[in-house]
């Protein structure tokens, strides 16, 4: 209980556990002893400790919102659907807008995957069972119908669930 009460009244007092603990006089013959326990408190838990336990904080924000930002450069610069790259479309008739919005519309690939999650796998059509197969594992790998007017190829959607 003795250490809890420190740690507790330590924390919440600005100077450490000097600040409730009973203020010794010069004269005592411990006060060497005293002041040293106070700076090594002060020091050690409440600069040093506390400041290791915030910088993990701080760091576990930093990772998350690089992450995050990651994320975004992705769907900011790949399409969704496809997998094409913005950069392939510099020199095309069809912008990279162009291409998410009217060659692919994404919505009906995200409703299909909704369909797939919310149906009674007894009635699941081939495409649906095949697409119901690859979520069980968290990998889509499935052909497009809707192709780039610029690459006839066909391209290939790959997305985590």
């Given at each position: 209980?003795?250490?809890?009460?420190?740690?507790?009244?330590?924390?919440?007092?600005?100077?450490?556990?000097?600040?409730?603990?009973?203020?010794?006089?010069?004269?005592?013959?411990?006060?060497?002893?005293?002041?040293?326990?106070?700076?090594?408190?002060?020091?050690?838990?409440?600069?040093?400790?506390?400041?290791?336990?915030?910088?993990?904080?701080?760091?576990?924000?930093?990772?998350l919102r690089s992450e995050k930002?990651?994320?975004?450069?992705?769907?900011?610069?790949?399409?969704?659907?496809?997998?094409?790259?913005?950069?392939?479309?510099?020199?095309?008739?069809?912008?990279?807008?162009?291409?998410?919005?009217?060659?692919?519309?994404?919505?009906?690939?995200?409703?299909?995957?909704?369909?797939?999650?919310?149906?009674?796998p007894t009635e699941y059509t081939?495409?649906?069972?095949?697409?119901?197969?690859?979520?069980?594992?968290?990998?889509?790998?499935?052909?497009?119908?809707?192709?780039?007017?610029?690459?006839?190829?066909l391209a290939v959607i790959r997305?985590?669930?």
């Amino acid at each position: 209980m003795c250490i809890v009460t420190v740690l507790n009244q330590g924390l919440r007092n600005g100077g450490g556990v000097g600040d409730i603990l009973r203020k010794p006089s010069q004269d005592e013959p411990l006060f060497a002893a005293r002041v040293v326990y106070d700076l090594l408190f002060y020091f050690i838990v409440i600069i040093i400790v506390l400041n290791l336990i915030f910088g993990v904080i701080i760091d576990t924000f930093a990772d998350l919102r690089s992450e995050k930002q990651k994320k975004e450069e992705i769907l900011k610069t790949t399409c969704f659907i496809c997998g094409l790259e913005r950069d392939k479309f510099d020199n095309k008739t069809v912008s990279f807008e162009e291409h998410i919005l009217s060659e692919h519309c994404m919505w009906h690939y995200l409703y299909f995957i909704v369909l797939v999650k919310v149906k009674d796998p007894t009635e699941y059509t081939g495409p649906e069972s095949f697409v119901a197969k690859m979520m069980a594992v968290n990998s889509i790998i499935a052909a497009c119908r809707r192709q780039t007017y610029e690459e006839p190829h066909l391209a290939v959607i790959r997305f985590n669930v």
